[in-house]
C-alpha cells in the first residue's frame, strides 16, 4: 500500500498487511529505485537518506546494490577479522557463532531490533551447556558484538542504519564478590599437587587477572626488584605488581618446572590432544584442570577462577589497605570497582560507628548547655 503525501511518500508497504515496508526514489538520471527496507520507520530513515545522497549527488547504486545481498553472515566474515588482535578475540568468536545460528542467512538490512531481543529472550531462558542460562553480562556482550558489526557496515556505506542501537542493554549484577575462606584454603592446599597449588598460590598472591597470568612471559619477572609487568591488562594498559614472598614461593616452584619462556606454558601433549609447542596454557585448563577437581575433592563449593581475585582484594582492605592503593593493585580502571570490597574494611566499620560517638558527644553538650541556661534563668 502505497503513501502518497508527507514523509511518508516514496514508501509502500509489499504484500499488503506484511509489515515489510519498500522505498521507491528516482535518481539525477530519472532511473527509479526500489529497495526492500523491513519496518515503516526504517524504510522512512533509508528514504530520507536516499533522498539526501541524490540531492548532494553522493548517490552510488552500486553500493545500494550489495545492501541487498549482504546478510549477517556476510557481516561477520568481512567485519570479525578486525577483532582478531583484540583480547576480546575469543569471546568474539563465540558471540558470531550465537548469531550465526540464530540469523546467519537475514539480509543485514532487514533486522530489525525485535529480532535481536527475541534472541536475547531465547539466550535469557533457555539453558546453556552448562545446564543454565546465560547470564545478562554474557548477553550484553554478544549484543555489543553485533551493534559494533553494524557500525562497521555504516562506516563502510554499506549499510544505512544501526538496528541494535534502539536495543537496550540489560542490567547486569556485577556484586557477586566470593573469596576464599581460611578454612577452605586449608582444604584445596591439602588435596592440590605442590605444582598445582603453586598455580593457585600464585593467583591469591599477586590479584593477577586469568589473562593477565596466562600473558606473562619470564621476562615481565623482575625477581632482583620483586617486580611483576602486566604488559596486556584488560584495559590495554601496563602496569606493575609488586612480588611478596608467597608469590615468589610460588615462582620458584613454577619456574622451576619448565624450561619456556611463558610462565604458564600450555601442558605437554598427550595421546589424546595435540599441543602447539611453546604456547601459553588455556584458561580452562587452569580452571576445569585444576581448581573444579580440587573444589570437588576439599568440597569447596561455588568457587571461580576469578574468586581468587576476590580473594586477594578481600583480604587486603580486611587487613586495612586503604581502597586506593587495593585500585591499584588490582588494576581497577575505576574506583567504583575497589568499593564493592569496602564493607569488609574494619577501619571504614569503625570510622563509621565513631562517627556516631561523636554525633552524640556533641548531642549531649549541647543538651548540657540548654539545662545550664535554663538553670542561671530559673535562678
Known sequence: MARSGGEDRGLFER???????????????????????GSKS???????????????????????????????????????PEFTQKRSAKDDRRYARYWLEHMGSTPADQVRPEDVERWRRKRLSEPTRRGKPAAPATV?????????????????????????????????????IRFLLDEEEERLRAVMSQEDWAIVGFALATGLRQGEMLSLRREDLDLRLGMITVRRSKHGEQRHVPMNQSARDALAVILGGHDSDWVFPAPKASKRKTVPEDQPRRGDSLYKGILVRACKK????????????????SRLVMLGVDLRTVQELAGHKSILMTQRYAHLSPAHQRAAVMALDERN?????HLENVVSLEGRRIG
Request: net charge positive.
Open 140 to 176: 550484553n556482550r554478544a549484543v555489543a558484538f553485533l551493534k559494533r558489526l553494524f557500525n562497521l557496515a555504516i562506516r563502510d556505506g554499506l549499510l544505512g542504519q544501526n538496528p541494535v542501537t534502539r536495543v537496550k542493554m540489560l542490567t547486569e549484577n556485577n556484586a557477586r
Open 298 to 313: 576439599a568440597g569447596v563449593k561455588n568457587l571461580r577462577w576469578h574468586d581468587l581475585r576476590h580473594t586477594f582484594c
Open 15 to 37: 504484500p499488503a498487511g506484511s509489515g515489510v515496508w519498500w522505498v521507491r526514489y528516482v535518481d539525477r538520471e530519472g532511473r527509479e529505485h526500489r529497495e526492500k527496507v
Open 42 to 80: 526504517a524504510a522512512r530513515e533509508v528514504y530520507r537518506q536516499r533522498k539526501t545522497e541524490v540531492r548532494l549527488e553522493k548517490f552510488d547504486p552500486e553500493a545500494v546494490t550489495r545492501r541487498r545481498v549482504l546478510t549477517v553472515k556476510g557481516l561477520v566474515e568481512q567485519y570479525q
Open 361 to 365: 558527644r556533641h548531642q549531649n553538650r
